[in-house]
C-alpha cells in the first residue's frame, strides 16, 4: 500500500493546490471517497474508504466540489483491504478493488439507492446485489502506444487500460483480473502486433470480444495501413486463431476486414447469431443469463403467447429469450447492422412467424401509445443516456407491464419516475455487477399497470 500510495504522491506533485488532512465519510458514485473540506463543500479523493484519514493534494473543481490526489493514509478505516491487482491505483479500470466484501456490495448500490430517493421512488424495493465473478469479461477495449524505443529495459509498446482521468497507458504486463483468460491471453500477442503496425510514438486501440467460435478483434489504427501491416494483421489473426480481425482508420468509413476465419457468433437461448463488427453484447455472459432471467420475470407468463416489444433490441440479447418462452416478440433497434444480424438469425432459426423487426431511432421516433396498445409488455434497454422519450411514450400506453434494463443508475431513476407518474407501480429492481471491481452497475426493473388501470 505504502509503495502505491508513494506513487500517487509523486503524481500528484506538480499539482499547484494546497495539501489538507481529511476524513472520509462516503464512496461516491465514481468509487471515489468523499470528504469535506474546510469550507463544506464535497473533496473527492481516489482510492479511499469511509473512516480512512487521508493527507490529499486539491486539485481542480470538480462538480460542486474539488478533486484530491491521495498523498496518504494516515489512518486506515474499516472495510479496507489489499486490492488483488498490482496495477491499482494507476490503472483507470478498476476504482473498487480496495473496499471488502460488504462495503464494495455497499459502494455498488447507494449510487443506485441515491438515483431513487431523488427522483421519489422507493429504494425499498431493490433486491440483493448479483455479482459476477472477477475473470468474466468477456469484452474490453485495450489501448496500445509504441513508443521510441526499449529505454531503461522498458517495454517498446505499451498495452492495456488507460490511467484514470488519462490517455497514458497503463501496461498490463503483470496480467489482468477482470478479462476473461481468453482475452487476458492476447495481451502479449498484441503487444508483438503494435510492434509491427506502429510507428514510433504512435497509438492505437483493440477492441477483443470473445465469442463462441473464437475472438473478434478490431484494431484502431491511426493511420490507413500499408501492405506490410495488412500482411501482418492477417498473421496475427491466423497465428492466435482468431475468429475475424478487422481494422480501422480515421477517415476511412466502416472497419475493414483483414481476416474472417470463422463468423464470430454468440449462441442466444439456442439461437446462433453471426456478430456485425464491434457489435455489442452484455460483458459477460454470467452477467447475461442474470439480466435475461430478470427481463422475463418481470414480463412474465400469462397469455398463451405474449405479445412483446423489445425495444433498443441490439441484436437480440433478450428478443430471443422471449420468442423460446412462446412470445411472439417484435424488436425495434436503430442501429441497421445489429437488426440485420438479429433478422438473419430470426430467418435462419425458423422464428420469422415469431419474431418481427423494425429499424427506427427510437430516440427521435419512440413508439407511441397507440403503436404500444397491441403489446401485453415492452422491454427497453437503451444506451447510458436512458431512453426519455421512450419511457414517456409507454407511460401514457396500456401495456400491462414493463421491463426495465440499465447501465445507468441516473438515468434509469429518471425514466422510471415517467412510468410511474404515467401509473406504472414499480414492482423490484435487480442490481447485477456485471463490470467487477468499477463503479459501473446493471440492473433490471419490473413495472406493472396499477390494479386500478
Same mark, same amino acid.
Given at each position: ?154 517495454? =517498446?509498446?505499451? !498495452? ?21 483468460? @481468453? ?38 489504427? +491511426?493511420?490507413?495501413?500499408? !501492405? ?20 480501422? @482508420? ?25 456478430? +456485425? ?51 411472439? *416478440? ?5 442501429? =441497421? ?44 434497454? +437503451? ?25 445507468? +443508475? ?9 412510468? *410511474? ?33
Amino acid at each position: 500500500m505504502r509503495r502505491r500510495q508513494s506513487r500517487l504522491a509523486r503524481a500528484a506533485a506538480a499539482l499547484p493546490a494546497e495539501t489538507v488532512d481529511l476524513t472520509i465519510e462516503r464512496v461516491g458514485a465514481r468509487g471515489d471517497g468523499i470528504a469535506r473540506g474546510h469550507d463544506g463543500e464535497p473533496v473527492f479523493v481516489p482510492f479511499t474508504v469511509p473512516g480512512d484519514r487521508v493527507r490529499v493534494r486539491l486539485g481542480p473543481r470538480r462538480g460542486e466540489g474539488r478533486a484530491a490526489a491521495l498523498l496518504d493514509v494516515v489512518a486506515a478505516g474499516p472495510g479496507r483491504r489489499n486490492p488483488p491487482c498490482a496495477q491499482f491505483g494507476r490503472c483507470g479500470g478498476c476504482t473498487l478493488q480496495h473496499l471488502d466484501d460488504d462495503l464494495y456490495a455497499a459502494a455498488k448500490l447507494d449510487a443506485l439507492h441515491a438515483a431513487m430517493r431523488r427522483h421519489g421512488l422507493d429504494p425499498g424495493v431493490i433486491e440483493p446485489l448479483h455479482r459476477v465473478p472477477p475473470g468474466t469479461r468477456r469484452r474490453a477495449r485495450l489501448s496500445f502506444v509504441r513508443r521510441g524505443g526499449r529505454q531503461g529495459g522498458g517495454k =517498446a509498446v505499451l !498495452i492495456g487500460f488507460n490511467a484514470r482521468e488519462s490517455h497514458d497507458v497503463v501496461d498490463l504486463a503483470a496480467g489482468c483480473a477482470v478479462l476473461h483468460p @481468453a482475452l487476458a491471453a492476447l495481451v502479449e500477442p498484441l503487444r508483438d502486433l503494435g510492434a509491427s503496425v506502429l510507428a514510433p510514438g504512435e497509438a492505437g486501440a483493440a477492441a477483443v470480444t470473445l465469442t463462441e467460435t473464437g475472438v473478434d478483434a478490431l484494431i484502431d489504427l +491511426p493511420r490507413l495501413p500499408d !501492405i506490410a501491416a495488412l500482411e501482418a494483421l492477417a498473421s496475427f489473426a491466423e497465428a492466435q486463431d482468431l475468429a475475424r480481425l478487422a481494422w480501422r @482508420a480515421p477517415g476511412h468509413g466502416e472497419p475493414m476486414p483483414a481476416a474472417v476465419r470463422r463468423p464470430p457468433r454468440a449462441v442466444i437461448a439456442g439461437v446462433a447469431v453471426d456478430l +456485425p463488427t464491434d457489435g455489442f453484447l452484455q460483458a459477460a455472459v454470467e452477467g447475461e443469463a442474470v439480466l435475461t432471467e430478470a427481463v422475463l420475470d418481470a414480463v412474465g407468463a400469462d397469455a398463451s403467447r405474449p405479445r412483446v416489444a423489445d425495444l433498443f433490441a441490439g441484436v437480440g440479447t433478450f428478443t430471443f429469450a422471449l420468442a423460446a418462452r412462446n412470445a411472439a *416478440v417484435h424488436a425495434v433497434e436503430g442501429a =441497421a447492422p445489429a437488426l440485420a444480424a438479429l433478422k438473419d438469425a430470426a430467418d435462419r432459426a425458423g422464428l420469422a412467424g415469431r419474431v418481427t423487426a423494425e429499424r427506427r431511432d427510437l430516440d427521435a421516433r419512440p413508439l407511441l401509445a397507440n403503436e404500444l396498445r397491441r403489446f401485453d409488455a415492452a422491454v427497453f434497454d +437503451p444506451p447510458r443516456a436512458g431512453a426519455a422519450a421512450q419511457a414517456a411514450s409507454l407511460a401514457q400506453s396500456p401495456v400491462p407491464r414493463v421491463a426495465a434494463v440499465s447501465c445507468n +443508475p441516473a438515468t434509469f431513476a429518471r425514466d422510471a419516475r415517467l412510468l *410511474v407518474d404515467g401509473g406504472y407501480r414499480l414492482r423490484w429492481v435487480r442490481p447485477v455487477d456485471q463490470f467487477v471491481w468499477s463503479a459501473h452497475l446493471e440492473l433490471v426493473a419490473g413495472f406493472d399497470r396499477r390494479l386500478t388501470e
